[in-house]
């Protein structure tokens, strides 16, 4: 089903990307405790307003590592963002979440909401629109069969802004490196 005009929740509960998605935030959770212990995964009501986790510096969306193309492979320099959802509302850019947290190859990249908004508004000429993903940088995007908005940046572009790197916890090994973060 995946694709198709109506397709909806119940249907992407349980896909790959879905499944992909968990495991990023219960790994970012891990981390995200080791400096505040009292995080908790958000409720089923904050996650319609684009939440998953909240801890003392406030509410964080996490998004995990993206390709550029269905069936490629994930690459961290690839951030998508979404100006409007697969039934044309607004995307997660305007959800009510303080903090987006990007998933890299050895940690994730957390900056504001708002702050990140801009700087897609800014980069992004989504009146530009594309028809493959592979010419989505800084253009519009939308899939086939949604009333998405989408456009990538870069994972640079995030450095150019307010930023905060919470590494990854290995759990292979107990030998674990944190690094402080204060958002």
Known sequence: ???EKGQTYDDWIGSESWKGGQE???AFG???KVKYPLARRATLQEQY???DWVCLAGSIDVKALKSRRRGTAKDEDTIWVEFKNNVG???WLYGEQDFVAFEGLQDYIIVRTGVLRRLAEKLCNTSELVD???DALYKGYS??????LISIIKRSDLLTIVHKKLKK???TSTNTTQETLNF
């Open 1 to 3: 089903m995946r694709g």
């Open 24 to 26: 990023a935030e219960d």
């Open 30 to 32: 891990d981390a995200l």
């Open 49 to 51: 307003k684009h939440i």
């Open 89 to 91: 509302k607004p995307g």
């Open 132 to 134: 493959s993903p592979r």
């Open 143 to 148: 899939r086939r069969n949604r009333d998405d």
């Open 169 to 171: 916890i290995c759990h």
